[in-house]
């Protein structure tokens, strides 16, 4: 497989996608990265698959890329990356932080040593589009005291990836870098340097010796108490040095900075996207270079020089930042000491603006649109201001604003769900009938002699968190996140009757949903876990897992049996009473009846609903046709699955009991009918 000529451009200019530029900032890190790992989450699932693709220029330098089965496997690689001096990444989004905070607290505490370093990638989405919680992962940052950059344009996206390295060479210590989505799903074009690879690496290794190597840590690295405090008390010194090397690399920087002794009536402070989308705002009302900014480039310590030399200048400081008051009250810790000893006259507003004026938000995100909302009735009333600052331009943008708000669009709602040929369909549908039966009073007596019951769904994270819309709604009860839909039943088995179930990929089940299922045996809960084994972690973009034979970089490892872990579970005494089956959900009938049976039965209940993900499956066929096309001229025979119209009744069934999108409604002479959108089927 050829390599992308982009990724080993030396010089000039080209166009990558965000996560693209992170693979490429790490290529052009100084000295060499030698681990790539993590974990894939929107928004910086591709960045696996950049690594996928360079796997071949990867290998010729001895660089690893390895998928981890979760994140906080990953940022335990990262730590014993340190032990041999190597410079680590690790990439996951917001929550996958979580995961991962109490490995990467003893990281972060213990720190890195001679040219080694660990830079953790941290995707974040402000406006929770894609993310089950509201994201900013700068607090949790603070809260394992990593000091965080973050980049606002494609040029620092990428070229940030040496600089967090640098910082934390001076410093000695982990390096955080957010990218938010924006900026992760986009790109744009850049100036490309020359690529670095390790000296040492997996073709040349090296060998640690216990007494030169390992033995002078043991103090920082095998963090227990009283060697936790000792360290504890080098953060100060740390972080000092940290923010010198910032002022040296300029990360931090003074724009349209007034003339010495000067002090104008405003000035703004904003990093990452939240900077970008003020420089946007600010140019739209024309006001580009007549407000000085103070760009923070490293959020997290906050260099109080620069933000005090800033202040000086300013009556007024606005902050600007996506979600809560982060950066804000950094700046107001550091200036308040200054204000109440009556060195400072200036005022800090951020989330919020003198009264009756709406502040900055603090949930979702932010937009150029939503800034001049929020900034043009502060910057009319501030009395300060010169008139040529608040003129008619500043009024004839928010009126624009304002009547783009009024117009309407009429576009047909489309309900999230799974793409057309989705095994978990399979599995879906045929739960929502047995579902409707087992309510049925009559149903139940006659087929089981017992009571009707109602199946309580515990849900959990993958593609089948579509089961939350319509029509599936009734197979997702609950949320608490991945692989934990076993633990949320344990909380609520010991007080119902009635029979529980959990869906889970395989991806989640290598992630730690096989721990939920142990947990389960070891409770004696009554519950059946449906595990939909696709061969792939599909909803992040078909990244592999434990259970596949490739690995990320396209070499064979040992694929891993979810029948063989889930039986090693099993004591001898349980095995009679612990169900294990693996079945092809589309066999329909055979599949409606074994479920029947699992789900009524006594006891934990683990059915493997073994069937390819369909988008690998109809990729894999779409090649072997235009094999074939290629070889023939023609292809001999092509089927496709469809509704005829000629005896269809228009009863939507089918729509209701799958939703699938590859359904569509056609005019015919007999009215209205289902037929199959054959192009998407």
Not at 109 to 135: H, N, R, Y
Not at 154 to 176: M, R, S, T
């Amino acid at each position: 497989m050829a390599t992308d000529t982009r990724f080993i451009q030396n010089a000039g200019r080209e166009v990558f996608t965000g996560n693209e530029l992170l693979v490429k900032g790490a290529l052009e890190t100084e000295g060499g990265v030698h681990l790539m790992t993590g974990y894939p989450g929107s928004p910086i699932a591709s960045f696996f698959d950049v690594l996928g693709s360079l796997s071949p220029l990867l290998d010729q330098h001895g660089m690893v890329a390895k998928l981890a089965n979760n994140e906080a496997l990953s940022l335990a690689m990262v730590n014993g990356a340190q032990m041999a001096g190597c410079r680590a990444i690790t990439a996951f989004k917001s929550v996958g932080l979580h995961v991962a905070s109490d490995a990467l607290a003893l990281g972060v505490l213990a720190g890195t040593k001679d040219d080694s370093g660990g830079l953790i990638i941290c995707g974040d989405d402000p406006w929770s589009d894609s993310t089950q919680v509201p994201a900013d992962s700068r607090y949790l940052a603070e809260h394992v005291r990593m000091p965080t950059i973050e980049p606002s344009s494609p040029q620092e996206v990428k070229d940030w990836v040496n600089l967090g390295f640098k910082l934390g060479h001076a410093g000695q210590i982990y390096v955080g870098y957010l990218i938010t989505t924006n900026l992760a799903d986009g790109g744009g074009t850049v100036e490309c340097y020359p690529n670095h690879y390790p000296e040492f690496n997996e073709h040349q290794k090296k060998t640690l010796s216990y007494e030169k190597d390992i033995e002078p840590d043991l103090e920082k690295t095998v963090l227990l108490p009283p060697r936790t405090w000792r360290r504890e008390m080098e953060f100060d010194r740390r972080f000092a040095a940290l923010k010198v090397e910032a002022r040296k690399l300029g990360i931090n920087r003074i724009l349209y900075r007034p003339a010495k002794d000067e002090v104008v009536p405003m000035g703004f402070i904003a990093a990452g996207s939240a900077y970008a989308y003020l420089a946007h705002a600010l140019n739209e009302m024309g006001l580009t270079g007549q407000v000085p900014i103070l760009k923070l480039g490293m959020v997290y310590p906050v260099d109080e020089a620069i933000v005090t030399d800033f202040a000086r200048q300013c009556k007024q400081v606005v902050v600007i930042e996506e979600r809560r008051s982060f950066v804000e009250r950094q700046v107001l810790e550091i200036l308040s000491p200054l204000k109440q000893s009556g060195e400072l006259k200036c005022d800090i507003f951020g989330k919020a603006f003198p009264k009756p004026l709406a502040g900055i938000p603090s949930t979702r995100g932010l937009n150029p649109s939503l800034l001049i909302e929020r900034l043009v009735p502060l910057m009319q009333k501030h009395s300060g201001l010169p008139h040529e600052l608040t003129n008619g331009r500043l009024t004839a943008e928010l009126s624009r604003i304002e009547e783009t708000a009024t117009f309407r669009m009429h576009v047909p709602s489309r309900t999230p769900t799974f793409c057309p040929g989705c095994p978990h369909r399979d599995s879906s549908n045929v739960l929502l009938e047995l579902r409707k039966d087992m309510l049925d009073p009559q149903y139940m007596l006659g087929k089981h002699k017992r009571k009707p019951v109602d199946l309580v769904a515990h849900g959990d994270t993958g593609c089948y968190t579509m089961l939350m819309f319509e029509p599936n709604k009734p197979l997702m009860h609950n949320y608490s996140g991945m692989g934990l839909g076993g633990g949320t039943g344990s909380g609520v088995d010991p007080f119902i009757d009635n029979k529980q179930l959990v869906f889970m990929g395989d991806g989640t089940f290598f992630h730690s949903g096989q721990i939920a299922i142990s947990h389960a045996i070891s409770s004696g809960q009554d519950i059946t876990f449906i595990i939909l084994e696709n061969k792939t972690t599909a909803m992040t973009g078909h990244q592999g897992h434990a259970g596949v034979e490739l690995d990320l970089m396209g070499r064979p490892m040992f694929a891993q049996d979810i029948e063989r872990i889930v039986t090693a579970m099993v004591p001898k005494a349980l095995s009679k009473d612990v169900t294990i089956v693996r079945i092809n959900p589309a066999d329909r009938d055979r599949y409606r009846k074994l479920l029947e049976k699992t789900i009524l039965a006594e006891g934990v209940k683990i059915v493997v609903a073994d069937k390819e993900c369909g988008i690998t499956f109809h990729r894999r066929a779409r090649s072997e046709e235009r094999k074939t096309y290629r070889e023939n001229g023609y292809l001999p025979r092509k089927t496709f699955m469809n509704v005829s119209t000629e005896v269809c009744e228009f009863c939507l069934e089918c729509t209701n009991q799958t939703g699938c999108p590859g359904m569509k409604i056609t005019d015919t002479d007999y009215g209205p009918k289902i037929p199959a959108d054959l192009p998407w089927c």
